[in-house]
């Protein structure tokens, strides 16, 4: 039987990359979500409670992370009574790598009053598309298209969207909805840059907003807008659970083209991952 897989394992507070955390856009380094869960793992272990909870996480990605030891440090710049900024920096052998901020607000009532909201559901996959799948969870999705776990068939210019159910960032550990969302949303370039050709830009950052947590460790990322000109692309996407949306995520990215994505690699990927998850008695 497989030993369940993660992006981390760790050793006095020291983080080896594992084969999963690999980026598909230059060999030795490392993708987005596990940097940003890593990061998230930090900040929700050092700085909520309290009443605090985690309203923005930012991650700055403005260099590729390399695929090796890593250390986290972070501090407190500001602990308010309503209000409690952190900053966090990942290093390697001393020198930073990655960086990232998170603003906590104390949890509070509501105010009167009606404000506008969106009135639109977002789309969950059906479960029988949630059964064809185990331990981690990529199923892709697009307009008039619907669910399915190959990417290559939402290879088009419709809106596009994800759900997910991520592995845990460190092994040995349960990650918590905080860092799944982190990690989700950090997938905000993928759906939002991803077009009939594949995804043609890299992120350098990625910004998440929270009005809560999400109710589980699954759940959706749907574009809601792509904007580009002259290599650079702004792309903004929302957070959802079955309960409905809650969160905002941001980024920007600059043109890649040369090392451009096919969904058919991260088809490739998929399969292959599913096949580590095989044990002796399962797929007979």
């Known amino acids: 039987m497989s030993t369940s897989p993660a992006y981390f394992t760790q050793d006095d507070g020291v983080f080896q990359p594992t084969r999963f955390s690999m980026s598909l856009w230059a060999p030795s380094t490392l993708s987005g979500p596990p940097v940003c869960g890593l990061i998230a793992r930090e900040v929700e272990a050092r700085y909520c409670g309290d009443g605090f909870a985690p309203a923005r996480l930012t991650v700055d990605l403005h260099r590729a992370v390399p695929a ?110 905080f860092c799944f969302a982190a990690m989700a949303g950090e997938q905000t370039s993928l759906v939002t840059n991803w077009g009939t050709e594949g995804i043609g830009f890299i992120n350098t950052d990625v910004s998440i907003t929270f009005s809560r947590l999400p109710i589980g460790l699954e759940m959706g990322i749907e574009a809601e807008s792509h904007l580009s000109d002259d290599g650079i692309a702004a792309g903004a996407a929302v957070l959802y659970d079955a309960e409905g949306a809650f969160g905002i995520c941001t980024t920007t990215a600059l043109a890649n083209e040369h090392r451009q994505i096919h969904g058919s690699v991260i088809d490739t990927l998929s399969e292959e991952f599913a096949l580590t998850q095989v044990t002796p008695d399962r797929g007979r």
């Not at 790598?97 to 009053?113: C, D, E, I, M, N």
């Open 68 to 177: 090796v030891p890593l250390t986290v440090h972070s501090e407190l710049v500001r602990d308010g009574k309503r209000v409690r900024a952190v900053a966090i920096v990942l290093r390697s052998g001393g020198e930073p790598v990655a960086r990232g901020s998170a603003l906590l607000l104390k949890r509070s009532t509501q105010p009167p009053g009606e404000v506008w909201r969106p009135e639109r559901e977002r789309p969950l996959p059906p479960r029988d598309a949630l059964a064809t799948v185990d331990e981690a969870m990529h199923l892709f999705g697009s307009d008039g298209n619907g669910w399915s776990v190959k990417m290559t068939e939402h290879q088009n210019d419709a809106r596009k969207r994800k759900w997910v159910r991520n592995i845990p960032v460190v092994a040995g550990e349960e990650s918590s909805p």
